[in-house]
């Protein structure tokens, strides 16, 4: 199906293990973005990616690593999880910097760290 | 930088209650101005979007017209409905050299039978 998809939808995990959330677009979007939804923080960008090999951090990228060796796909791997992260997690994707068309957003990745 | 206030929720309204949610931005020039919605459990959605001064974007019976002399882009509609129940969130696209677009903090609506 075209669009941006997110997996897991759920997920639990215990303190201190590595866990990656995937994001993959189906339009060949050159941007790329990953944010949490935490509640009163509203949405905090990790990090974000101009295209392929282009990544950079975010307002809160502490604890996480993001890769991105295709243009579809943005992986996103929490290192070492601590009860902190336990959000929603978001990618979202735009063409052209998202200046006249907007951005697209997955159905998010519920994490809870135990 | 650009920056974009919303006003706090969350809004309760009755049904067929006229919808007010307020946005004001601050940013360089005459940027796109974008309006999102989050229903409960997705990701956000591209509502509706404005490109220049007065102009009006409209959907699914929202609309906002971008004042730049009041550098504000509410949101509004006449008749909401149970199903509108969502988060709302404003946004800016990137400036000058960024390509992170700016969100405000977004402002929950909630309608009542």
């Known amino acids: 199906d075209a669009g941006i998809t997110q997996s897991p939808r759920y997920k639990i995990t215990e303190t201190g293990r590595q866990v990656t959330l995937m994001c993959h677009q189906t339009?060949?979007?050159?941007?790329m973005f990953w944010y949490r939804q935490d509640l009163g923080h509203g949405l905090r960008l990790i990090y974000y990616?101009?295209?392929?090999?282009?990544?950079d951090k975010g307002e809160v990228p502490d604890g996480y690593v993001v890769s991105r060796s295709k243009t579809e796909n943005f992986p996103l791997t929490l290192e070492s999880a601590t009860r902190s992260q336990t959000s929603v997690y978001f990618c979202?994707?735009?063409?052209?910097?998202?200046?006249?068309?907007?951005?697209?957003f997955g159905s998010g990745t519920r994490l809870t760290v135990v | 930088g650009n920056s974009v206030t919303q006003m706090e929720g969350p809004v309760t309204l009755s049904e067929e209650a006229f919808l007010t949610i307020n946005c004001t931005y601050t940013?360089?020039?005459?940027?796109?101005l974008f309006w999102y919605v989050q229903y409960p459990g997705e990701g956000l959605q591209l509502l509706l979007k404005?490109?220049?001064?007065?102009d009006k974007g409209s959907n699914k019976g929202f609309e906002a017209t971008y004042r730049k002399e009041t550098t504000s882009f509410h949101l509004e509609k006449g008749s909401v409905q149970v199903s509108d129940s969502a988060v709302y969130f404003c946004?800016?696209?990137?400036?000058?050299?960024?390509?992170?677009?700016?969100f405000g903090r977004g402002t929950s609506l909630i309608v009542h039978p």
């Open positions: 940013a360089t020039g005459y940027p796109s």
């Open positions: 404005a490109t220049k001064a007065d």
């Open positions: 339009w060949s979007h050159s941007y």
């Open positions: 979202a994707s735009s063409d052209r910097a998202g200046a006249n068309y907007g951005y697209t």
């Open positions: 990616s101009a295209a392929a090999d282009i990544t």
């Open positions: 946004a800016l696209p990137p400036s000058g050299g960024s390509y992170i677009p700016t």
